[in-house]
């Protein structure tokens, strides 16, 4: 089994004002720790207008990581394609793969934050066609070194060839995060890695996994476990009480993202927060929050049902970080880190 | 007398291909030896759509500096406002910001290159009325903490408040490239800082600080030499006959950048290559190329007409940054340095 960070960053910190960067160079140096302490990734948020200075320009806080790390692959969950000029992400990306020596994972998404969308005035019905036409732009952008143009609903392009082209071919894994049936299949279908979200049980992501494997396979995709990353809530605590408490501190930073995402009067759907947020503790009843035989009892359950690849958010900090590496990392080394992992993309289109 | 480099990294090495990163990483290499050699500044440029790989993503490579650098000013020469989203861009650069510690200097144009605008399908008459909007827009997401609303003629937003806010208050400096005395007195009137071009002679640079100071002052805006950097081509050669094959080897480059930034039969204008490029050698006539002896001879014709900043643009390698910092450097240090810097910037509208 692998494990990841899967962070969300915000410009200030408790103690020294909301404006200083200390937040974004605490996320560079928990990220630069797990590294060393055995972590394949790190995969970052992107967020606008929370308020509360989230991470807003995630490829450039990875960007800043590529230079402190060697190993360490750098992950996006997710980039709302919406929000970005195509062309010009496609050029981001490629210059973080770049410099990183091939490490990005390209996470992506269509958004769900109503705020988000009301405040770049794009009507939430639009986020699907958006996200299609960017994702076609985006891989014809990184695979063509020929001078192409684009005519769409949503943008246009006349005569470019986009530069610098990404480090791996033919480009940087996609991931997407996926919860319904339609779409697990969709994603599998098209060759994008899979995230799944940290609130479902370790059956319904057995029977995810299951899915998106059959549908890769039937598709000459091939299949390799590392392949789909589970999110999962984490706090290794020294007792029972310890964990409740960290629990409910947790379900009130959850409830906060929870307001600010909703559509007022709308519908709940997708695989994010909100699809969770409408059932009682619904967010926080698959959180592997105990003790350390706890938290490893949960790991085993999520292991059993197919996964080898966690992406363990939010730590409370490089403690809780070094404490996990320490105490339940051990127990599940060596299961896939042996094996060769491929990538697999499917050829351009 | 201050120094820094304007530099055009491409993504490729002569000798590795043209897609390993090798020419980023070694833009980066540079710069932070540039760092330790004195240097006060790297300055990136942003272009697209060239077929050899320049730096499109100029804020991702300055935030890599960022991270192997402490002292050295991050600078845009220039990033083109029509291509991007003002938000997005607004909280990018307050990300660098924040990450190196209040080290951006930002540069912003319209864009002068008839192949970006065909590319990003803009139409060229509407670079001056975006670069206007982008500007207030930027302005207003950097220094308002409370939610807005924009409505123009190119974007609209809907009661956001943009994240994370700049480190350096109200905003980074802005920097624009300008020529005529009409741009120069927009600039000096909204308090942005100068960049003049590598092609115009001391006396013409000369007259445009006067200008520009005259104005500035005049609005109570206050004048300090390090609100202007003038650009200047520089080769340290042995020998007389060594500078000028490297000044038929530089004209060459500049040649290829006329030709893909040309509009077809259109007018030419604006301070950038493609009014210098109208007449024979006006592009080369005031490169500082030359024995160590010549080149100081030219920097003392600038600095004799107000200039006490200068971009050294293009090296064609770190030896050469070395040699101009061991060989001419030492000449002109210490007329600026010990004054206080101002980075004096107009209140917010």
């Known amino acids: 089994m692998q494990f990841g960070i899967f962070g969300s960053a915000q410009a200030g910190s408790l103690h020294l ?28 948020v992107e967020h606008h ?23 360490l692959r ?32 390209f996470g992506i998404g269509r958004g769900y934050r109503h705020n988000e969308f009301a405040g770049f005035c794009i009507p939430q019905d639009e986020a699907t066609p958006r996200f299609e036409e960017s994702v076609e732009v985006m891989i014809r952008s990184w695979t063509s070194r020929a001078r192409f143009s684009h005519r769409g609903r949503f943008w246009q392009f006349d005569e470019i060839v986009v530069e610098p082209p990404p480090l791996q071919q033919p480009h940087p894994p996609l991931w997407v995060a996926a919860g319904s049936d339609a779409s697990i299949r969709r994603a599998a279908e098209r060759g994008f890695n ?10 319904q992501h057995g029977q995810r996994i299951a899915l998106y494997r059959s549908v890769r396979e039937a598709k000459g995709l091939g299949f390799h476990p590392m392949q789909v990353a589970v999110a999962r809530q984490v706090h290794v605590a020294d ?47 698959n959180a592997c929050f105990g003790t350390a035989d706890e938290v490893c009892e949960r790991l ?29 990392m051990p127990a599940f080394n060596g299961t896939t880190a042996e094996r060769e992992i491929r990538t697999s993309q499917p050829a351009p289109a």
Do not use: C
């Open 17 to 44: 004002g909301p404006e200083t960067g200390q937040g974004f160079r605490d996320y560079l140096d928990h990220a630069i720790e797990a590294e060393a302490l055995g972590f394949h990734a790190s995969f970052l």
């Open 239 to 285: 007792s029972r009480a310890e964990a409740e408490a960290e629990l409910e501190k947790q379900a009130r930073w959850t409830r906060r993202t929870v307001e600010v995402s909703r559509t007022p009067g709308g519908a709940i759907g997708g695989s994010h927060v909100l699809s969770y947020a409408a059932t009682a503790a619904g967010t926080e009843a």
């Open 300 to 328: 085993i359950a999520l292991r059993a049902a197919g996964v080898e690849y966690v992406l363990l958010t939010p730590f409370s900090g490089p403690e809780q970080l070094r404490r996990f590496a320490r105490e339940v």
């Open 74 to 105: 750098l992950g996006t969950a997710v980039i709302v394609l919406p929000w970005h000029n195509p062309v010009l992400l496609a050029e981001q990306a490629a210059t973080l793969d770049q410099i990183s020596g091939g490490r990005l994972d």
């Open 194 to 203: 899979l995230i799944l979200d940290q609130y479902a049980s370790p059956e």
């Open 49 to 71: 207008f929370t308020g509360w200075n989230q991470v807003s320009a995630t490829l450039m806080l990875q960007t800043a990581l590529a230079m402190r790390t060697t190993k």
